[in-house]
């Protein structure tokens, strides 16, 4: 036998089945990532635990309000959107009639670019990412206990538990990561709500030229188009579930749209679209004992304005602030009014926006006859950007 295959083999590494940490993030994007990387500045052991591996494709319009902007600026994390597009104008479209808004201090870049970014931040920051990751909280602690989250590698069966001062749910609107405490009960859907579509496009898709918004609306849903700094098209649309099932699927609703504001959009239905479960919805709670609902995981409204990324990372910031109080006190109750406190107002100016819209020819004449005041094409474009 050669001395090679005499040599005994390096045991296996072994994993440890019960870890410690003082926090864990469940979810990367960026209300994840932003929550994760101020607790590591903070020196917490922090865990970031995301179910898929980066870069990856997000439903998502990919446009970051001038709020979203300067949270990341004072989160010292602005870096994650260097290469961006600004953009100096909205298309508001409906019965092939156009109006433009300008805007300011809104910037465009691909979810896949920007999550990855910001996952690196964390990372740097010292915390612990951790890629192809399921994750569910499986007890939310409280007192002096800590919350435990059972996570798995995708893929496996195999399972280990982390135990943490503090747990941030950031998952996202279709996340289950707190199905064991809550089960069907963790949501309320609002009826008659949307469901969100998206997919990246070749460049030239639509026309749509840089710097633009595009927003086409119709009474069965509404669609929004960009270029990205790649060159692609973001086309996002916030689609009524009934009518998409009537036109023959979302890639033909979505067409529908488009041509119905003077548009074509050839082979819709030829095109990966991804898809999210309905969108408005308000969660049964976002604070228990140690754990803490961020982002969309926190409750999500219909989102015409394109401000759900500022509302994930301001609430980040927030949350960031108060999680060593909740750490000492094991009692995460007044995340409640702190996340009221945040975004609370923007979300429901945000929710009569999208009402608004269920009725889309009233809604354009209405801005077209307030257009015709002096100063209030750039006062409605504040307003279409949260900068207001």
């Known amino acids: 036998m050669s001395a090679l295959a005499a040599t005994p083999q390096d045991p296996a590494p072994r994993v440890p089945t019960v870890e410690r940490a003082d926090a864990v993030v469940i979810g990367g994007g960026p209300a994840g990532s932003v929550t994760a990387a101020l607790l590591a500045r903070q020196g917490m052991r922090t865990v970031l635990l995301e179910r898929e591996r980066f870069p990856r494709h997000k439903v998502c ?19 994650a959107i260097e290469g961006s597009h600004a953009l100096e104008s909205v298309s508001l479209a409906h019965s092939t009639r156009w109006m433009s808004l300008p805007l300011f201090g809104t910037r465009v870049m691909g979810r896949d670019v920007m ?69 069907t009960a963790s949501w309320a859907v609002e009826p008659h709500s949307r469901f969100g579509v998206a997919a990246t496009l070749p460049a030239g898709t639509l026309g749509v030229p840089a710097g633009q918004l595009w927003m086409m609306s119709h009474a ?47 082979d819709a239905a030829a095109h990966r679209w991804k898809g999210t479960p309905a969108l408005t919805r308000r969660r049964a709670w976002v604070a228990r004992d140690r754990v803490i609902c961020v982002g969309d995981a926190a409750g999500y409204v219909e989102p015409f304005t394109g401000e759900g990324m500022s509302w994930a ?76």
């Open 61 to 79: 319009g990919c446009c970051l309000g001038p709020r979203g902007v300067a949270a990341l600026a004072r989160a010292q994390l602005g870096d």
């Open 313 to 388: 990372i301001e609430g980040a910031v927030v949350a960031a602030r108060i999680a060593p109080a909740v750490m000492a006190s094991g009692d995460a109750t007044p995340w409640s009014l702190a996340l009221a406190d945040a975004i609370g107002a923007h979300q429901r100016r945000c929710r009569r926006v999208a009402a608004m819209l269920r009725y889309p020819r009233a809604t354009m004449c209405a801005l077209r006859a307030a257009s015709r005041v002096p100063g209030m094409r750039r006062r409605l474009g504040a307003i279409a950007t949260g900068a207001s």
């Open 115 to 183: 999550d990855s970014r910001l996952a690196s931040s964390a990372a740097r920051e010292g915390c612990d990412v951790r890629m192809g990751m399921r994750a569910a909280v499986v007890d939310a602690g409280g007192g002096r206990g800590p919350a435990q989250v059972s996570v798995s590698e995708a893929g496996h069966s195999q399972s280990r538990t982390i135990l943490a001062r503090i747990v941030v749910c950031a998952d996202g609107i279709g996340g289950t990561s707190l199905s064991p405490l809550c089960g």
């Open 220 to 266: 069965d849903g509404y669609v929004g188009a960009v270029r990205l700094p790649s060159g692609d098209v973001d086309v996002a649309a916030a689609l009524d579930p009934a009518a998409a099932r009537r036109t023959g699927g979302p890639g033909a609703l979505i067409a529908a749209v488009v041509a119905g504001c003077g548009r074509l959009l050839a």
